[in-house]
T-cell receptor, first 113, second 115 residues
Framework: GQQVMQIPQYQHVQEGEDFTTYCNSSTTLSNIQWYKQRPGGHPVFLIQLVKSGEVKKQKRLTFQFGEAKKNSSLHITATQTTDVGTYFCAGPRVTGGGNKLTFGTGTQLKVEL | EAGVAQSPRYKIIEKRQSVAFWCNPISGHATLYWYQQILGQGPKLLIQFQNNGVVDDSQLPKDRFSAERLKGVDSTLKIQPAKLEDSAVYLC?????????????FGPGTRLTVL
């Protein structure tokens, strides 16, 4: 079945350091979405990428969709304690498409002062 | 604008008991989703409704799980009987429609512990 894997599983950084999480799908995706889940919270939509090679920025966050539309990355520049949480990528399921999402395994980010 | 509401927030039951969760989506959202999130994993879609009809329930363990959205607004998810491996957070989400550009908004979830 369709698998969406993320690496690393965990990342501890010092505040001010950069952070990157990578997302890899076993199948080609029509689009990729990114969510952030704070500890004890619920997933919150961050962004959606649709085009091959697309790059989008949100302040210190840079999102990229691979040329083959099977991988994506999220890069945070100069992390802050407010960036703590688990970051998930999600892509449409092979069966059904639309908005039926398969979530990745997630990368948990901890930021230390 | 009010977000997705869920209740209860926490539930502890013993195995083989029954439990039900309630979800009220954002007003006007036609599409409603139930996800199961096991600790340390990403959310897994259980069932998707479009208005009051089921669009996808292929990952719903139908021998013990059931869900309904009778009037196309509120929804309930039931587990009967519960197993230990059902311990998880059950998240409800809604979106305006079912297209891939329709953002999903998640509720706070119900944390279920099965003893």
């Amino acid at each position: 079945g369709q698998q969406v894997m993320q690496i690393p599983q965990y990342q501890h950084v010092q505040e001010g350091e950069d952070f990157t999480t990578y997302c890899n799908s076993s199948t080609t995706l029509s689009n990729i979405q990114w969510y952030k889940q704070r500890p004890g919270g619920h997933p919150v939509f961050l962004i959606q990428l649709v085009k091959s090679g697309e790059v989008k920025k949100q302040k210190r966050l840079t999102f990229q969709f691979g040329e083959a539309k099977k991988n994506s990355s999220l890069h945070i520049t100069a992390t802050q304690t407010t960036d703590v949480g688990t970051y998930f990528c999600a892509g449409p399921r092979v069966t059904g498409g639309g908005n039926k999402l398969t979530f990745g395994t997630g990368t948990q980010l901890k930021v230390e002062l | 604008e009010a977000g997705v509401a869920q209740s209860p927030r926490y539930k502890i039951i013993e195995k083989r008991q029954s439990v039900a969760f309630w979800c009220n989506p954002i007003s006007g959202h036609a599409t409603l989703y139930w996800y199961q999130q096991i600790l340390g994993q990403g959310p897994k879609l259980l069932i998707q409704f479009q208005n009051n009809g089921v669009v996808d329930d292929s990952q719903l363990p139908k021998d013990r799980f059931s869900a309904e959205r009778l009037k196309g607004v509120d929804s309930t998810l039931k587990i009967q009987p519960a197993k230990l491996e059902d311990s998880a957070v059950y998240l409800c989400a809604s979106s305006l429609d079912s297209g891939y550009t329709d953002t999903q908004y998640f509720g706070p979830g119900t944390r279920l512990t099965v003893l």
